[in-house]
């Protein structure tokens, strides 16, 4: 039983952990806003969750020919799907990070992870109402 409840969930716990890090990402930017030279970082939240779910459209992983080989670290199945946020005013001291995007996606993100959580409270609430067979 226990692990049709998980494999039913699986999909939504990795869409909540990539909108989780997506978040941090974001509240990192908005901590960073005065850092000289830092860059914005955002994360492609369809193509993160499509690669963490076994959808891969990352780097492949390497493969070993001797036991002596070093193992190829990918980091994060996030990782790949990492990037930059671009440009939209210059700014003198380097930093990339626009107050307005940011909150933006914040405020957008955090909806979503909301949104996923009210989710996952039905679901499991149906879950609960047909096993008591109410």
């Known amino acids: ?12 716990q990795t869409a909540l952990n990539v909108q989780a890090r997506r978040q941090q990402m974001l509240a990192s930017n908005i901590a960073n806003a005065d850092t000289p030279n830092y860059k914005a970082r955002d994360l492609d939240f369809a193509a993160a969750l499509k690669g963490a779910t076994g959808g891969r459209s990352g780097p492949l992983a390497l493969a070993g020919t ?3 080989h070093l193992p190829g670290g990918q980091g994060t199945p996030l990782e790949p799907h990492v990037g930059y946020r671009g440009e939209f ?3 003198v001291d380097g930093n990339t990070v ?13 909806v979503q992870y909301e949104a996923s959580v009210t989710f996952i409270n039905s679901l499991l609430r ?3 109402t047909a096993i008591n067979g109410q």
Do not use: T
Not at 1 to 12: E, P, T, V
Not at 98 to 110: C, I, K, L
């Open 89 to 91: 005013q210059s700014s």
């Open 98 to 110: 626009n107050m307005d995007v940011e909150r933006a996606a914040f405020a957008e993100n955090s």
């Open 66 to 68: 001797s036991a002596r």
């Open 126 to 128: 149906g879950m609960q």
């Open 1 to 12: 039983m226990k692990s049709r409840l998980d494999s039913a969930l699986q999909f939504h």
